[in-house]
């Protein structure tokens, strides 16, 4: 009973968590995000922290003022009805008691259309604040730009001002100064109002007071800004003519805020022009609505007589948007890789990313419009009605007229690089006219008060859609179910550590580690950095000048495990064999050939195996002495804990927040999408993800590789091992570069603010602790080592300081890493300038175990007889095996390259054609 009695307590607990996180999404998050939306647009014109406060502020304060305005006619309204009603109820309740005076009382509310209900109205004002209160609330408190930053006298945005001290008693003035100026503004809106109305007003500033009074100063600045706003909303209020005043005001701010951008803001000349055209359009505003308003009572009037189609059509216009933004875009995206969206952080399944899409598209795009539609009389609704079919139509003509070509996108929703969403000319005009033949469509159907028509349309368009989008959610459980069968139970929260790998102590073993992007001309500043590693790589040669075939895995990986036959050039000769096919015969080559010599293979996370983003290592399954698994993230939640650091799950609320930032991209113009994402992220305040977490996935293998490996195999043994610990962009603690929940020192090195030099040294770090395991246990020796990386990557200096480029590449994204350590090789680390590719990686490793290595897929010999006069390397960008043909690589004309000889040289780099 008492077990019983737990699980429905938990049970209610879950429930009452599930509806709060609903509720946020659907009434407060669409505040957040517009606070957050205002205040990066503030904060990248003026660049002040203090500024962006101020500004979102003044946004709010102006975006609430058509609802401010509402409440006060209903407060207005309520005040005058009460004023009319008071002297009969009060001689009805001097007069009657009990059940008769109840009696009487709602007769007399009938009788004048009254209900005691209404007297709600008058706290409406109040009530409005509440949301934006708890949003404001939600923002600033959790906003880690304004820690350390200054303001005037506050010397710490992101604390408690704390500006006077009294013995141990710290006082902050800026609450104080917020309630005064809130107690001023309430003394001149309440004046000749009741002592109700009074005491209303004066609670809720005390209120504020007690609850702001040790928040972070930058919440009470936003909050003192309200205050400030309001205090001059109600002097305008006594004053004559105050619309007139309220837009001389306005326009002098706008002129000010022109001038600034054209003669001190130090941004783009282009960006500033246009932004001052856009401001300077807001001295027209009354001239603006005018219009609006002539429009629509010479051509729409007729809407105020068509309640039940207006109300269909706003409805109906809701609902696209909702379902295109919560479910079509996003269940697209997921749909063409669930396994990408599974499996994330605590997040097990995609559907958990699809629920935050659906549940805060609501919120933006259905409940707080609806609120605001029946909040309003019929002219406001309308109009809205108006502006919301339009925008409806216009996202669904972004969405499946104006997809754009966006090449790869990672799980988190963000580019492989912001030059895609750069729009042609024609795109950008094509775009335009497109709006306007919505636009002057609607305004045809609208005059000729055909709403019926356009009901029907949006509902059809709501239903395909709708119907759309159940596919994808289908597709999406479907593959999660297959995924998580492949997964398996392997993946527990934290897996015991025990040996999965095992090497002969009398017998030749072969490692080929595989470091996803690891960059050769780090190897020296890291190894000149900790000295300690050049005692620990023994024996090691490494090739400075070896080149990759490629700048992304896809193409860069066949190489090193299959050799030249498997070169992106190669490999699209062979054009009658599916692509998957010949990318899992380069991964399986090493494999059995290692086995037909006799020697037991262990395989990790064999790259796009199958062309599954994870390993598919089922494709090894059919051979005995072959075991394949993926070991990437299966120890993280182990390193968390054995580090005392807490898992923040990074990526999962990475992409909870930047899916519905993805959408907003989708259905918006293409001339608007390089400005949603700008500088490599969305507009939002996490202006760059740090995903330690992903980080963590592969250092923490790496990290565990001692107690990861054993020494008692009885056959010669083959590891062939991929890692990303160099792949994940991250800062870490120095001088031993680890992960660590605070940063506090990045180095004092030349590339101390290079994230790639730092995930670089902790990669060598780490291997070298394995190293000198493998020297401890007496199987150094009889180990050929080759740590080899697929490429390199674009950084400020490291391979060469001149800018040697093919046009916008520098020479290090080909330069991949390969470093051999043979048997029995002693010595300091060796440098070779032979030129080298990361396609020799299948000669070296089989050097002298197996005589004339022949493809057992083509019959073909191994050899680098290929490169003896140069190779053809490609630029191409597209990263992901969806970017592609069945059978062939998409590679264009202009993105071939032919390298020779030394690879520093640029005479040796030319783009031709291979035929």
């Known amino acids: 009973m008492k077990n019983l009695q737990c699980n429905y307590t938990i049970s209610l607990q879950v429930l009452k968590e599930i509806m709060a996180d609903f509720l946020y999404n659907i009434i407060i998050f669409p505040i957040v995000q517009i606070i957050e939306l205002v205040y990066v647009l503030i904060f990248r014109i003026f660049h002040y922290q203090s500024i962006s406060i101020i500004g979102v502020s003044v946004a709010v304060t102006l975006l609430c003022l058509p609802?401010?305005?509402?409440?006060?006619?209903?407060?207005?309204?309520?005040?005058?009805i009460i004023?009319?009603?008071?002297?009969?109820?009060?001689?009805?309740?001097?007069?009657?008691?009990?059940?008769?005076?109840?009696?009487?009382?709602?007769?007399?509310?009938?009788?004048?259309?009254?209900?005691?209900?209404?007297?709600?109205?008058?706290s409406f004002g109040i009530l409005i604040q509440i949301p934006f209160f708890i949003a404001a609330y939600t923002f600033l408190s959790h906003l880690d730009a304004i820690k350390g930053v200054g303001f005037l006298f506050i010397k710490d945005l992101g604390e408690p001002d704390a500006i006077a001290k009294t013995g141990n008693l710290v006082i902050n003035i800026l609450p104080v100064l917020m309630t005064l100026i809130n107690i001023v503004s309430g003394f001149i809106y309440?004046?000749?109002?009741?002592?109700?109305?009074?005491?209303?007003?004066?609670?809720?500033?005390?209120?504020?007071?007690?609850?702001?009074?040790?928040s972070p100063s930058g919440l009470v600045l936003y909050w003192t800004m309200n205050n400030v706003f309001s205090l001059i909303k109600n002097i305008f209020y006594k004053l004559k003519n105050p619309i007139k005043i309220l837009y001389i005001v306005f326009d002098v701010f706008?002129?000010?805020?022109?001038?600034?951008?054209?003669?001190?803001?130090?941004?783009?000349?282009?960006?500033?022009?246009?932004?001052?055209?856009?401001?300077?359009?807001?001295?027209?505003?009354?001239?603006?609505?005018?219009f609006i308003f002539f429009i629509y009572h010479k051509y729409f009037k007729n809407f105020n007589n068509n309640d039940r189609n207006r109300n269909i059509l706003f409805f109906s216009s809701c609902i696209i948007i909702t379902i295109l933004a919560g479910i079509y875009i996003p269940g697209t995206v997921m749909a063409s890789s669930p396994e990408e969206f599974s499996f994330i952080d605590s997040f097990q399944s995609p559907f958990v990313f699809?629920?935050?899409?659906?549940?805060?598209?609501?919120?933006?795009?259905?409940?707080?419009?609806?609120?605001?539609?029946?909040?309003?009389?019929?002219?406001?609704?309308?109009?809205?009605?108006?502006?919301?079919?339009?925008?409806?139509?216009?996202?669904?003509?972004?969405?499946?007229?104006?997809?754009?070509?966006?090449?790869?996108?990672?799980?988190?929703?963000?580019f492989s690089t912001t030059a895609v969403l750069v729009s042609s000319k024609i795109s950008i005009i094509t775009n335009i006219l497109s709006l306007f033949l919505v636009f002057f469509l609607l305004f045809f159907i609208f005059t000729k008060?055909?709403?019926?028509i356009v009901n029907v349309f949006g509902i059809i368009i709501a239903v395909s859609i709708s119907v759309l989008s159940i596919n994808s959610l289908i597709k999406i459980g479907t593959e999660y179910h297959k995924y998580t069968e492949l997964r398996g139970a392997d993946f527990s929260s934290y897996h015991k550590v025990e040996s999965v790998?095992?090497?002969?102590?009398?017998?030749?073993?072969?490692?080929?580690?595989?470091?996803?992007?690891?960059?050769?001309?780090?190897?020296?500043?890291?190894?000149?950095?900790?000295?300690?590693?050049?005692?620990?790589?023994?024996?090691f040669t490494l090739y400075t000048n070896t080149l990759s075939f490629a700048g992304h895995t896809i193409m860069g990986v066949p190489p090193i495990w299959g050799g030249y036959e498997y070169t992106p050039l190669e490999m699209n000769k062979r054009d009658s064999v599916p692509l998957v096919d010949k990318h899992n015969e380069a991964l399986m080559i090493l494999p059995e050939l290692f086995q037909n010599a006799g020697f037991q293979i262990t395989i990790t996370d064999p790259s796009f195996a199958n062309y599954s983003n994870v390993p598919d290592t089922r494709i090894f399954d059919k051979y005995e002495n072959i075991k394949a698994f993926n070991i990437n993230g299966r120890y993280t939640n182990n390193w968390y804990m054995e580090h005392n650091q807490n898992n923040k799950q990074v990526t999962g609320n990475t992409i909870i927040k930047n899916v519905l930032w993805f959408s907003f991209l989708k259905i918006s113009p293409v001339f608007l999408?390089?400005?949603?994402?700008?500088?490599?992220?969305?507009?939002?305040?996490?202006?760059?993800?740090?995903?330690?977490?992903?980080?963590?996935?592969?250092?923490?293998?790496?990290?565990?590789?001692?107690?990861?490996?054993a020494y008692d195999a009885e056959a010669p043994s083959a590891l062939l091992i991929t890692n990303e610990t160099t792949h994940e962009l991250v800062y870490l603690q120095y001088p031993d570069y680890t992960p660590s929940d605070e940063i506090t020192t990045i180095g004092t090195g030349e590339f101390k603010d290079n994230n790639r030099f730092h995930v670089n040294t902790a990669f060598y770090l780490k291997l070298g602790d394995f190293l000198e395991e493998l020297k401890k246990n007496g199987v150094y020796d009889n180990t050929r080592i080759i740590i080899v990386s697929d490429h390199g990557a674009n950084i400020d200096a490291g391979l060469t300081d001149t800018d040697i480029s093919i046009p916008d590449e520098r020479r290090e994204f080909y330069n991949p890493v390969l470093l051999v350590k043979d048997f029995n090789a002693q010595g300091e680390l060796k440098f070779s300038t032979a030129f080298m590719t990361n396609a020799d990686v299948p000669l070296i490793a089989t050097k002298n175990i197996i005589d004339n290595p022949v493809n057992p897929f083509t019959g073909k010999a191994l050899t680098d007889a290929p490169k003896s006069n140069g190779v053809f390397i490609t630029t191409n960008h597209l990263p992901n095996q969806v970017n592609h043909g069945k059978y062939t690589f998409k590679i264009t004309k202009d993105q071939w390259v032919f390298v020779h000889d030394d690879i520093l040289e640029k005479d040796n780099w030319t783009k031709r054609e291979p035929w």
């Not at 003669?263 to 001295?283: A, M, T, V």
Request: hydrophobic share 50%; with cysteine.
């Open 449 to 452: 008060t055909k709403l019926r």
């Open 501 to 539: 790998f095992s090497l002969s102590k009398t017998k030749p073993n072969i490692i080929v580690i595989m470091s996803d992007c690891a960059i050769n001309g780090f190897v020296k500043p890291v190894f000149n950095e900790h000295p300690r590693l050049k005692d620990i790589f023994t024996g």
């Open 354 to 414: 699809i629920y935050y899409a659906v549940t805060r598209s609501m919120g933006l795009f259905l409940f707080w419009p609806l609120c605001i539609y029946f909040f309003f009389g019929k002219t406001a609704k309308s109009l809205l009605t108006v502006i919301f079919t339009f925008l409806g139509l216009a996202a669904v003509i972004h969405v499946f007229f104006f997809q754009g070509n966006y090449g790869f996108i990672s799980n988190t929703f963000n």
């Open 67 to 80: 609802l401010y305005i509402m409440a006060e006619h209903w407060q207005e309204t309520e005040r005058g």
């Open 83 to 122: 004023k009319k009603l008071k002297p009969k109820i009060n001689k009805i309740r001097a007069v009657f008691k009990g059940d008769e005076q109840y009696m009487i009382l709602s007769a007399y509310y009938r009788q004048n259309h009254y209900h005691p209900i209404y007297a709600l109205r008058s």
């Open 673 to 709: 999408r390089s400005i949603i994402y700008y500088d490599g992220t969305y507009l939002s305040t996490a202006f760059f993800s740090l995903d330690i977490t992903k980080f963590i996935n592969s250092y923490a293998v790496l990290g565990y590789l001692p107690q990861l490996t």
């Open 190 to 214: 309440t004046r000749g109002l009741s002592l109700k109305d009074k005491l209303q007003v004066y609670l809720t500033a005390a209120v504020f007071l007690i609850l702001l009074y040790n």
């Open 254 to 290: 706008i002129l000010v805020f022109v001038f600034y951008l054209l003669f001190i803001n130090p941004g783009l000349l282009i960006k500033r022009i246009i932004l001052s055209l856009i401001s300077l359009i807001f001295l027209f505003m009354p001239l603006f609505v005018k």
